[in-house]
Structures are given as structure tokens and as C-alpha cells.
């Protein structure tokens, strides 16, 4: 199946032509702009779901003939990750189900850091779930970035030179939720496994835009570990993924323990399975797993190739019209935005961004993200604000916690949405919105 245009697009989800209640209580159509949070469904997923129901069973050790088959497609789906991220040597790497990409961060922080000495390396363009699971675990150390809010490459290298044999693992981004910008992931790998590190690539941003290849090119550009969730690519219910080298599993206790973990259970003895099942207690999502693998098919048919040519598309037309409203103040670097994904970040002068984001939904429909989209540390240096200026309001109730206000695009978005926002821009930034 090959999706032919924007039409066609906008058919394959849910909720894109619902309407909302503006505050008067008249009927809006709705725009979506927060897709960088939580994406809508596939209406496929649902139906590929309502068929299997009709062979839901448990996973694991049942002799029926549901048990059966739902098992044989829950295994077919790990095989189907491997193949979709390109895995040359599937005996080396592992699926691993989790809740969501915050879980599965939280689950290798647990898994990875054996001594309190082991040093992690990440950067300051981190989402809180890639920086505070491992603050907990051994020591961290940060990659800064520079005023545009890019990685300081340089670092990289610096770092893992003055710590080596200390840093085991680098876990970064491979794309920034805040400014869109893609990191190149394979670059970082090769320096990371020149010093004896393995690389952690948290692609909960990347996977709905860009194909990623784990294998790389060749050995020393192979992504060790990459984590994502559903609920960013179109997919409904709480499913994430960890695929890993499954030798760092192996000797590592489970973080939860409990059914589908173990072999044996003696009085005074525990024998654990190998990984995944000893990674995966309890009874997996069997439904959200299948409507993951539904939501990866969709977006093959629609073709990353598509989906970043249009997502540009819509990039560029806004920061052109953001760039004309004397009031707005853009975040990141909105002249060289070839390695941005279609996202961007602003305010409004003299405007808090909480009222700008209400204005955009009660009056226009218009759906945005506003705050420090829960990476304060990165937000923070993006505005130019110091420790003390960001945490004022903890201690002052005149005091408002700064932020700023996020678009995000996915491929049924359209330009005809992005002028209409342009439009309720200009308005509020001139006071004339009604």
C-alpha cells in the first residue's frame, strides 16, 4: 500500500476533523499542533485490534489455540521491529516491551550502572526521562550546548577522552522534543565505540519522522540501544520499546519481578529466564503491541520521504510567519533549519505563554504545547535564564514559571493550518483576537 496524497493521509486517522467548543460555546474546527506530546491513532489500528480480539488470549504457556496464536504474533512482532530498524545480526539485540520510552530509560538505568563510580554521559538537550533515571545511578556528566541550543560536538570526544574506561554508557536524544533538532546518531556512535563506550539513543522523537537504521553502516556505527513509544507514532495504548544488545541483559537482575520472570522458584532459590521474558513481568500488552507494529506499517506506507519533505514544508512556511510578527520572539535557529524536524518554539512579548496557548484553543481550536516541555535544564538555557530567575516562583507567588509556547507537525497536518494559526498569531499578538 502506497498513500497517494494529503487527502488520503488525513483519512487514515482518527479525530482530525472533530470539532471543539470555543469559550462562547460555538462549534471550531480543531487543529492539532501538539503532535510532539501524543500523536492521534490510526483508524486501522482499531480494526486490526476488533480482528484480533477474536483470538485474544494470554501470552506465554497456554496449550489452547488463542494462546497460541496470540503468542506466535507476539514473538512475529519482535522479529518485525528487528527488520524494521534494519538489524544485520538479530542474535545480538533483544526486544524488550515496556510502557513507554520514560520506562524503558528507567529500566536500563537499572539494568546498565553496576558501580557507583561508572560514569553515564548525556547532554543538556535532554527530556527529564533521558537525565533524571540516571542521576540516580552512578555519577552524570553533560554535554552543553551552544546558544542556538545544538550539542557542542567537540565535547563529545573531550569527555569521553578525560573519563575513559569510566564511561560506559552515552545516552542522548536523537531529536530534541524543545527545537526539533536531529542529532546525527551514527557520528555519535562511532566516537562513542572508539573510546569503549556503548551509545543509548532515546528516539521517542525520532522514529515517527525519520527511518532509523541500528546496524548502521558498519560495526562502529551500530546504535547499541534505542527506546520509543507508541503513543508518539500514531498508536494507541501504553507500549514502548527497548532494543538492545542483549549480552547486557543476561547477567543483570530484572528491575520488576514476578510472573512470566522465572523458571524455577524453590524455597530459597530463584532461577531467572534469559532476556526479553525475564524483563518483561507480567502479562504483556499483547493489543498494544499489535497495534504498534499496525502503526509502523502505516507510517512505511506513507514513506518517511514523504513525511520529512512535507514536515519541512510546514516548518518553513511558519518560522517565515512567525519571523514577520514584530511581537514574537523565536527560540533555536530558525535561518539553518535543515536538521530540525517540524518543530519550533516562541512567545509573544510581554504575553505569558500559558495565555497564549488558551487564546490559540478557547478562540481558535488551535491545539499547542506551552511550559518547558518537561526538559528544564535545556528550556532554561534556550531563554537565557538563570537558576535562580527559573525557580523564583517556587518562593514568590507573583512570580510565574517561565516557558514558552510548542508547534509540532505530523503529515496530516496542512498549510492551510498553519496560515490559519499564523493568523491567531498576529491577532494576539496585536490584541485584536476576539
Not at 153 to 158: N, P
Not at 208 to 222: L, T, V
Not at 306 to 317: D, N
Not at 364 to 392: N, Q
Request: charged share 25%.
Amino acid at each position: 500500500m502506497r498513500i497517494k496524497n494529503q487527502k488520503e493521509i488525513r483519512d487514515l486517522f482518527f479525530g482530525i476533523d472533530e470539532k471543539v467548543y470555543d469559550y462562547k460555546g460555538n462549534s471550531i474546527e480543531a487543529i492539532n499542533f501538539d503532535n510532539a506530546a501524543t500523536t492521534p491513532v490510526f483508524k486501522s489500528s482499531f480494526s486490526y485490534m476488533k480482528k484480533l480480539s477474536k483470538t485474544y488470549a494470554s501470552i506465554g504457556r497456554g496449550t489452547g489455540q488463542k494462546a497460541e496464536i496470540s503468542t506466535e504474533l507476539y514473538y512475529e512482532s519482535k522479529s518485525f521491529l528487528m527488520d524494521f530498524f534494519h538489524i544485520k545480526n538479530r542474535e545480538k539485540y533483544v526486544v524488550i516491551y515496556v510502557n513507554n520510552t520514560t520506562e524503558a530509560l528507567n529500566k536500563l538505568s537499572k539494568t546498565l550502572i553496576k558501580e557507583d563510580d561508572e560514569v553515564v554521559l548525556i547532554s543538556r538537550m535532554e527530556h527529564h526521562s533521558n537525565d533524571l533515571p540516571w542521576r540516580s545511578r552512578g555519577k552524570v556528566d553533560y554535554i552543553e550546548v551552544d546558544k542556538n541550543g545544538r550539542l557542542k560536538f567537540e565535547e563529545l570526544e573531550k569527555k569521553l577522552k578525560s573519563n575513559f574506561g569510566k564511561i560506559k554508557y552515552v545516552s542522548l536524544t536523537g531529536a530534541s522534543n524543545v527545537t526539533g533538532y536531529v542529532n546525527d546518531i551514527h557520528e555519535i556512535a562511532k566516537i562513542v565505540h572508539k573510546y569503549g563506550a556503548k551509545i543509548i539513543i532515546d528516539a521517542a522523537q525520532l522514529v515517527a519522522h525519520k527511518e532509523i537504521n541500528i546496524s548502521g553502516n558498519c560495526e562502529e556505527e551500530q546504535i547499541d540501544f534505542l527506546v520509543f513509544s507508541s503513543h508518539k507514532i500514531y498508536s494507541p495504548f501504553g507500549v514502548g520499546a527497548i532494543i538492545g544488545l542483549k549480552e547486557d541483559f543476561v547477567n543483570s537482575v530484572p528491575d520488576y519481578l514476578g510472573g512470566g520472570t522465572v523458571e524455577l522458584v524453590l524455597d530459597n532459590e530463584v532461577k531467572y529466564f534469559g532476556p526479553p521474558e525475564k524483563n518483561e513481568a507480567g502479562t504483556p500488552n499483547f493489543l498494544g503491541v499489535m497495534a504498534l507494529v499496525n502503526s509502523l506499517k502505516m507510517i512505511r506506507a506513507i514513506q518517511y520521504s514523504f513525511i520529512g519533505e512535507h514536515e519541512s514544508i510546514l516548518l518553513k512556511r511558519t518560522l517565515q510567519g512567525l519571523k514577520s510578527i514584530p511581537q514574537v520572539i523565536n527560540y533555536g535557529d530558525i535561518e539553518n533549519i535543515d536538521d530540525r524536524l517540524g518543530i519550533t518554539i516562541f512567545n509573544i512579548d510581554g504575553l505569558y505563554h500559558r495565555d497564549v496557548a488558551e487564546m490559540l484553543a478557547k478562540k481558535r481550536g488551535i491545539s499547542v504545547r506551552h511550559g518547558w516541555f518537561c526538559a528544564h535544564p535545556y528550556c532554561r538555557r534556550l531563554m537565557d535564564v538563570t537558576e535562580e530567575e527559573a525557580k523564583c516562583f517556587l518562593s514568590d507567588c507573583n512570580k510565574k514559571m517561565p516557558g514558552m509556547v510548542r508547534v509540532s507537525f505530523a503529515p496530516y497536518n496542512s498549510i492551510r493550518e498553519v496560515d490559519l494559526f499564523l493568523n491567531a498569531v498576529e491577532d494576539i499578538a496585536s490584541g485584536s483576537l476576539k
